[in-house]
């Protein structure tokens, strides 16, 4: 009977090292997509996109 309690102990303790791993995973995907959307705010503000072409660049920089 206590090794069955111990060798339950070792699952629920394997499981739990399991979730924090995948909860830090999560979490470094999360800071990057933070990082992306904050770059694309930034962007977007400006009115000016990373895509656009010479024509727009200098429509933009006209109208400025």
């Known amino acids: ?7 339950k102990e070792k699952e629920v303790e394997k499981f739990e090292n ?12 999360q800071h990057k997509v933070d990082t992306l959307n904050k770059i694309w705010a930034e962007l977007s503000k400006n009115g000016e996109d990373e895509n656009s ?12």
């Open 18 to 29: 399991e979730i924090k791993q995948r909860h830090l995973r999560i979490a470094k995907k």
């Open 53 to 64: 072409g010479p024509l727009e660049a200098k429509k933009n920089n006209i109208l400025k």
């Open 1 to 7: 009977m206590i090794n069955e309690l111990k060798e």
